[in-house]
C-alpha cells in the first residue's frame, strides 16, 4: 500500500518528521530550508508538539538537544552557514549520545555564497560536523519520496545509534513539488531508544558494551546521571584516565563502524550491463538518470550507482565500481568533494563533472562528459 501526495521536499520532510515521532523542533529560518521551519510549526500543536524559533543556529541546536535529553524527539533545520554555527553542538551531542536529526538544506557556497541556489557544497563538512574523532551519519535523498522516508529513517538511526543523524536535502530536492508515492504509515517501523528499567542506584547509563550505544533515560524520570561534553565514565562524570578515555572514543566510533550495514542504502540504475559506471547523489542522480537514458539511445551503456546514505560511505560498492569499470565518472554539484572519498576507497582515479554555479546540471551535459570518455 501507499500514499500519493503532491508537495516539496522541504514539506515532506517535515512530515516524515512528525510520523516518525518528532514533537519539537528549535532553529532559526535560513534559505532555502525554511519551510521545514514553517511546516513544523503548523503539524507540531496539532500533535502535542512544541515549536520554538530561536534567536539564532547555535540557541536552535542546543534546545533540540535539551529537548532530546528530555526524551523528546527532536529535529533542528537550516542551511550551510547554519551548520557552521550548529558545529560545536553537534560535537557536545556526539559527545554525550544524543538522538537528533538536522536536515541541511543545501545551497552555494562558501560564507553567505548562493542562498537561493543549488549545490552540493556540505558533502565533507557532513562527514566531520565537529572537530574530534567523529563517525557521521548522512543521509542525502534524491527524490521527493525519499525526502520523507529517509527523514523518517534518519530518526530511527539517530534512537538507534544514540548520535546525531544529518539529513542532506540540496536546494533542488528541498524546493522540488511535484507528486510523491509515499508508503503507507502502518508500514514504517518506529525505533525509540532503549531504556533502563533496573535498580536507579545501579544506574551506569554510559557503562555500555564495546561498540554499543549508551543507555540514557530521559530526564526527569527519577535516573540520576551526569552529562558533559568532556570525556566520561560510565556514569557520566568526567575523567582523564587514560584507559577509560580511550575506551569511550573507541565505542563512539565503533558503534558506527561495526553496524554500517544498518545504515547503509545505495540504488544501481542500469548498472548490471554497463560499460561506464557514473557515480551521482541528489538532485545531480536525476540529471546523471536521464543523461544514461540519452546515452542507451544511442548505444551507450551507461549506468548509475547512487549513494543514499553518503556517510558512512558505502565502501564494498565502491570498490567493487572502481574494480570492475574501465570507465568511471563522478558528477557532482560542488569542485569533487565526494570524489575524494571515492577514489580514496578505490584506489583508482574517477573522470569527473563538477558544477558549482548555483544551477542544476543539465542532462546533456553529463552525456556530453560520458562521450568524451
Same mark, same amino acid.
Given at each position: ?10 514539506? %515532506? *520532510? #517535515?512530515?516524515? =518528521?512528525?510520523?516518525? /515521532?518528532?514533537?519539537?523542533? $528549535? ?6 530550508? +525554511? ?26 541546536? %542546543? *534546545? #533540540?538537544?535539551? =529537548?532530546?535529553?528530555? /526524551?523528546?524527539?527532536?529535529? $533542528? ?6 551548520? +557552521? ?35 552540493? /557544497? ?252
Amino acid at each position: 500500500m501507499s500514499r500519493e501526495v503532491i508537495c516539496n521536499g522541504n514539506e %515532506l *520532510a #517535515a512530515h516524515a =518528521a512528525i510520523d516518525a /515521532g518528532c514533537r519539537f523542533f $528549535s532553529g532559526y529560518p535560513i534559505t532555502p530550508s +525554511s519551510e521545514i521551519a514553517h511546516e513544523m510549526s503548523v503539524l507540531l500543536p496539532k500533535v502535542g508538539g512544541k515549536f520554538i524559533q530561536m534567536e539564532d543556529e547555535i540557541a536552535g541546536v %542546543l *534546545a #533540540a538537544i535539551g =529537548a532530546s535529553a528530555s /526524551g523528546i524527539k527532536a529535529l $533542528s533545520a537550516t542551511s550551510g552557514p547554519g551548520m +557552521s554555527l550548529k558545529s560545536e553542538s553537534f560535537g557536545l551531542a556526539f559527545m554525550y549520545e544524543t538522538p537528533l536529526v538536522c536536515i541541511d538544506v543545501m545551497r552555494g557556497g562558501p560564507s553567505t555564497g548562493l542562498p537561493t541556489r543549488v549545490a552540493q /557544497g556540505d558533502i565533507s563538512f557532513a562527514r566531520n560536523p565537529s572537530f574530534g574523532d567523529i563517525r557521521s551519519i548522512a543521509l542525502c535523498p534524491g527524490t521527493l519520496a525519499e525526502a520523507y522516508t529517509e527523514t523518517f529513517r534518519a530518526f530511527n538511526l539517530a534512537e538507534r545509534f544514540m548520535t546525531p543523524v544529518i539529513v542532506l536535502l540540496d536546494e533542488t530536492i528541498g524546493h522540488m513539488h511535484s507528486k510523491a508515492v509515499l508508503p503507507d504509515l502502518e508500514s514504517l517501523a518506529i525505533v525509540n531508544r532503549k531504556r533502563y528499567d533496573g535498580d536507579r542506584q545501579s544506574y551506569k547509563p554510559y557503562d555500555a558494551p564495546p561498540n554499543e550505544p549508551a543507555t540514557l533515560n530521559p530526564f526527569f524520570t527519577g535516573y540520576r546521571y551526569h552529562i558533559t561534553g568532556l570525556h566520561h565514565g560510565a556514569t557520566g562524570f568526567p575523567t582523564e584516565d587514560a584507559a577509560l578515555c580511550q575506551k569511550l572514543i573507541e565505542r563512539l566510533t565503533g558503534k558506527i563502524d561495526n553496524y554500517q550495514s544498518e545504515i547503509e542504502n545505495n540504488e544501481s540504475y542500469l548498472l548490471d550491463d554497463a560499460d561506464i559506471a557514473i557515480i551521482a547523489y541528489g538532485s545531480a542522480s536525476l540529471a546523471a538518470k536521464e543523461a544514461i537514458n540519452m546515452a542507451r539511445k544511442e548505444g551507450i551503456k551507461a549506468g548509475l550507482f547512487r549513494p543514499i546514505a553518503l556517510w558512512p560511505s558505502p565502501q564494498a560498492a565502491i570498490k567493487e565500481i572502481g574494480e570492475k569499470y574501465e570507465k568511471r565518472l563522478i558528477v557532482e554539484l560542488n569542485m569533487g568533494q565526494y570524489a575524494l572519498e571515492i577514489e580514496r576507497v578505490a584506489k583508482r582515479p574517477f573522470a569527473a563533472l563538477n558544477q558549482a554555479n548555483g544551477r542544476a546540471i543539465e542532462p546533456s551535459v553529463i552525456l556530453k562528459r560520458i562521450k568524451e570518455l
